[in-house]
T-cell receptor, first 114, second 118 residues
């Protein structure tokens, strides 16, 4: 079954404690990205990756890091989380072929930073 | 730059009413894709439809229908005879070439919270 798997689904942490949210896809997609969802703002792209070892900033990259060492995995790293990073996070994997985009989303990770 | 506006923050209807969710988009690209996603209370994003900029035909899928009008840059979504299970947040999204980098990025609207009362 084609899927994007995020872990954990829920996370409560304290300010400054480094954390990683994992994302894995089994569709061999080249394009992966991270979004955060906040009330009234919709989803905004944090970082994206067009292929292994190729990553770039999205619209709201401050306070986040990513890596793409393998095609299937795209972890999101918060080196020093702050309360303003409390949000719902989605990983997405996309098939981008001849301009046609099909995005598959993970189940979401609800992060609370206290 | 790409932009998507969903002016309706919240809509409340009674079951069996028809409801239309508005979506207006901005892009300089001539080739682009428009999407609607549903986010039920459980939180996941459910894909509803994709439409490319060259296909202005309206689409109907059961109780759902979509009206795409390039002249007004709108891609509205209508639910006919709404049901309680339609209660969710609905997002409109746009994918364009973003200056030649990729169609992979989705630009989302703010979302519309739809509540259907029994």
């Amino acid at each position: 079954e084609a899927q994007v798997t995020q872990n954990p689904r829920y996370l409560i942490t304290v300010t400054g404690k480094k954390l990683t949210v994992t994302c894995s896809q089994n569709m061999n997609h080249e394009y992966m990205s991270w979004y955060r969802q906040d009330p009234g703002l919709g989803l905004r792209q944090i970082y994206y990756s067009m292929n292994v070892e190729v990553t770039d900033k999205g619209d709201v990259p401050e306070g986040y890091k990513v890596s793409r060492k393998e095609k299937r995995n795209f972890p999101l790293i918060l080196e020093s989380p702050s309360p303003n990073q409390t949000s719902l996070y989605f990983c997405a994997s996309s098939l981008v072929l001849l301009g046609v985009t099909e995005a598959f989303f993970g189940q979401g990770t609800r992060l609370t930073v206290v | 730059a790409q932009k998507v506006t969903q002016a309706q923050t919240e809509i409340s209807v009674v079951e069996k009413e028809d409801v239309t969710l508005d979506c207006v988009y901005e892009t300089r690209d001539t080739t682009y894709y428009l999407f609607w996603y549903k986010q039920p209370p459980s939180g996941e994003l459910v894909f509803l439809i994709r439409r490319n900029s060259f296909d202005e035909q309206n689409e109907i899928s059961g109780r759902y229908s979509w009206n795409f009008q390039k002249s007004t840059s709108s891609f509205n979504f209508t639910i006919t005879a709404s049901q309680v299970v339609d209660s969710a947040v609905y997002f409109c999204a746009l994918s364009a070439n973003a200056g030649g980098t990729s169609y992979g990025k989705l630009t989302f609207g703010q979302g519309t919270i739809l509540t259907v009362h029994p």
